[in-house]
């Protein structure tokens, strides 16, 4: 019997010749992820730094993003402990405020390849599967574990196949699909599962995919994987890195799955997560009558540059309704770069847009853009949980940048397509 | 005292992300356990009281607090239909139990007293007893050292 990506990849790390799932077994990650949590980390476990020092100078990425620029004094001293950290133990891997998205820079930088591993304490490290990499959350305590051994224990997961069939019609994209495949299968769907992409999927860029991978967790899944194609490897150029620099893993083609799923891409349409859960889903043009006060596009889920190239399509020569407030945040510098460069920046502001620092800006309810009781938010990210983004009595509703691009200048949920000309 | 909650009671709810970045000790967390689920959670839980809930319990975040939070109020243990993957592990590195026990899940109604039996495995719910199975040795290992620092501290210790 042939093994899926989850099972090679663990069986290749673990020195086995096969593993199956269930099975428990000890990996050396190529790369630990952590963001400004690092300062929490590392109170973990003072004297065991003092000691035994790090693991590995190249083990650790540490990417500041979720309160940036530092909000309090409490959040400006976290930054400060994780750069004199960085700075003791001579951390190779480090990027500041306003590099961008922990989920973007790792990209940008090489850090994420195919056929390596990476676990990070942040939930939405699934996303690396764009690229063929396998790589999961984990918290804070094992974060801390990793920094001191290099090494924990992984049980090797269930795999889901989920076949791609056919391509999206025009105003549909990788977020309507994740989010009509959340809806079907449910936000525990695929819990404890590796989740692996098949079929037409060399149509969707690899933006698209990290969309998708981004979502995993939302269904449960442990990693979330597609394989590596022309695709990939053009992507990686694109970013200086050969194809002799990496190794990619993939499923034979007698493994043998939990479940198979298939979906017709052209079934798909702009999709709308309803508040509280990702799961609870329907289609955008049969919420035409919600109206909203603050639109979001950006975020580890869709801030990169074909995310803000759709919104300023949209918005061009257009404004956002006078009871709307739009926030966007680029995922990285780079991207804020390049979107300067192709003007789409000087769009979205004429059309009223406010332009955040990259990061994680108001996900996640720190800071700059949180949400009044009573108020309704429309974003790109990946999550619509209660409270989430302020006050519990607030309501967030998830689609893709198209999407949050039209209702923005209607001031209500619009399917993009009825102003997409 | 039994509380019990419904599906997918995500980690916002368990502990506002709001609070992520300036509140990590157990001191800090207590106040805010369930925040935005339950009000009346942090001031009236007690030590040894048990936690039911239906399926994919602790969905969302890696953030650790609601972990710490349920440890350091002295949750016994949660039982649940299904747990999110991150959360299990969290529990593990924590030291708090979780149970998988749909059946125990169901059987419960308000007033049942209910007693867990880590070493044998058995949860009582009224007068019906469910069995759940043991922990593979990887982590009994965790949980015998008291949660992952402590037991990595005694493996670095003996590598020395």
Known sequence: MGLTFAEKILAQYANEEETVPGQIVTVKPDHLLTHDNTAAIIQKIPDELTTYGIASTELPIIVIDHVVPAASEKTALNHKNIRDFVSKHHIKHFYDVGEGICHQVVVEKGLALPGKILLGSDSHTCSYGAVGAFSSGIDRTEAAALLLTGKTWLKVPQSIKINLENSLSTGVFAKDLILHIIGDISASGATYCSVEYHGDVEQLSIEDRFTIANMGVEMGAKNSVFFVDDKTKQYLLQREIKENAYTPVYADTDASY???????????????????????????????????????????????????????????????????????????????????????????????????????????????????????????????????????????????????????????????????? | MVWKYGDDINTDMLFPGKYTYTCSTPEEIKPHLLEDLDASFATNVKQGDIIFAGKNFGCGSSREQPVVGLKAVGIKAVIAKSFARIFYRSAINQGLLLIESSEAVEAYSKGDQVTVDADQGIITVGDQQFRFPQLPLEIIAIQQAGGLLPYVRETLKKQK
């Open chain 1, 258 to 421: 939990e479940q198979t799923l298939s979906y017709d891409l052209t079934d798909v349409v702009p999709m709308i997560a309803k508040p509280h859960t990702v799961d609870n889903v329907a289609p955008a043009n049969s919420l035409q009558d919600i109206d909203i006060q603050q639109g979001l596009i950006g975020t580890c889920t869709n801030g990169r540059l074909s995310d803000l190239k759709i919104a300023a399509d949209i918005l061009k020569g257009k404004q956002v309704h006078r009871n709307v407030r739009l926030l966007v945040l680029p995922a990285s510098k780079t991207i804020l770069q390049e979107a300067l460069d192709q003007g789409i920046i000087q769009i979205l502001v004429k059309a009223g847009a406010m332009i955040l620092p990259p990061g994680c800006g108001p996900c996640l309810g720190a800071h700059q853009g949180v949400l009044s009781p009573g108020e309704r938010c429309l974003s790109t990210a990946n999550r619509n949980f209660k409270g989430r983004m302020g006050s519990k009595d607030a309501e967030i509703y998830l689609g893709s940048p198209a999407t949050v691009a039209a209702s923005v200048i209607t001031g209500h949920i619009t399917d993009p397509r009825e102003v997409m000309n």
